[in-house]
């Protein structure tokens, strides 16, 4: 297992993030949240976004089954329940979202969804105290920090990258997609993640799949070492830029 305590203090440390990266894991066998001493089961129902902030303000590791959550919706998106006939046609996003229920039932069936039935339990913790090997790592910067993890994926092996919206419902767009595909999922937290799990206006959030966070690591350091960093230092808006320009890249070829 990775040493995710050193790996996530030094991305704190290059990124100077707000709130912790938090270690997102499904669980096949529900008990194994007793078996954790850390875990803290909320006494009310709860939704996915409460659970991260909980985790990535708070500090706490935290744990919940399909009936600690308030909706299938939530259960939905991370494999422990299916999701509800009134769901899936679009009669309850009809009812806020979507003109139609025909528009919103076209979103439903957009929306990425771990599959059922090997899951059965959610884990959430502080990356930075070692508490179990995620399965995801969520990232909650403003665009700045995320634009800057972008780079540090593509420093080497390069590769253009896609991110999606379903809208509301983001938390999809983050972890199902990125669980879904193995790859670096992006997105902008939804109006729920934002009403109930305090999402700040600023905030961006991205979910990397474990075997990329040691990548993104060494790539944000390798850009620190050329100038890269956070806060982005301003050159001015109304000055020659050349000399910053060159500096970086060298003076242009001879014509």
Not at 35 to 47: A, E, G, S, Y
Request: net charge negative.
């Amino acid at each position: 297992m990775p040493d995710w305590t050193h790996l996530t203090k030094r991305l704190e440390a290059l990124l100077r993030l707000k709130t912790f990266p938090v270690a997102f894991k499904l669980l096949e066998d529900a008990e194994e949240l007793n078996k954790n001493p850390w875990v803290r089961r909320l006494p009310h129902k709860v939704t996915t976004c409460q659970l991260i902030t909980i985790v990535r303000t708070f500090d706490w590791t935290v744990g919940a089954t399909a009936e600690d959550f308030v909706s299938p919706r939530c259960t939905s998106i991370i494999g422990l329940t299916d999701l509800p006939d009134y769901i899936r046609d679009g009669t309850m996003r009809s009812m806020v979202w979507c003109a139609t229920v025909e528009d919103a039932r076209k979103c439903e069936e957009s929306i990425p969804l771990i599959p059922t039935g090997k899951y059965h339990a959610v884990i959430l913790g502080p990356l930075v105290y070692n508490p179990f090997d995620p399965d995801i790592i969520l990232v909650y910067g403003n665009p700045a920090q995320m634009m800057l993890l972008i780079n540090a994926i593509q420093f080497r092996n390069y590769e253009r990258m896609q991110f999606f919206s379903v809208g509301e419902s983001a938390c999809a767009d983050a972890i199902a997609q990125c669980y879904l595909t193995g790859k670096p999922a992006l997105t902008i937290p939804c109006y729920g993640e934002r009403r109930y799990g305090h999402a700040q206006d600023d905030e961006m959030v991205m979910a990397i799949p474990n075997g990329y966070y040691e990548k993104i690591v060494d790539g944000l350091e390798q850009l620190y070492k050329r100038g890269i960093r956070y806060p982005i230092s301003q050159f001015g808006a109304q000055v020659d830029p050349s000399p910053g320009l060159f500096a970086a890249y060298g003076n242009p070829p001879d014509e």
